[in-house]
């Protein structure tokens, strides 16, 4: 059992996710209800450092 958790472990994992979850939701229900009130979605905010990130790792793997 060297790898795999316990049954109890699995249980307190899956009540701390609850706990997350209901800790969270209102701020994730108020932040979406924003984003769908947003006139100009910044498309552009989200996707450049993506962007940025894939070419540094195509970057990286080229120097290899």
């Known amino acids: 059992m060297s790898?795999?958790?316990a049954i109890w472990q699995q249980i307190l994992l899956g009540v701390f996710?609850?706990?997350a979850l209901f800790i969270f939701?209102?701020?994730v229900k108020v932040?979406?209800?924003k984003s769908e009130?947003?006139?100009n979605k910044?498309?552009?905010g989200f996707l450049l450092p993506?962007?940025?990130v894939v070419l540094f790792v195509v970057?990286?793997?080229l120097m290899v």
């Open 3 to 5: 790898g795999d958790m």
């Open 17 to 19: 996710a609850l706990l």
């Open 25 to 27: 939701w209102p701020g």
């Open 31 to 33: 932040a979406m209800q």
């Open 37 to 39: 009130q947003a006139e």
């Open 42 to 44: 910044d498309w552009a």
């Open 50 to 52: 993506i962007g940025v």
């Open 59 to 61: 970057f990286l793997i």
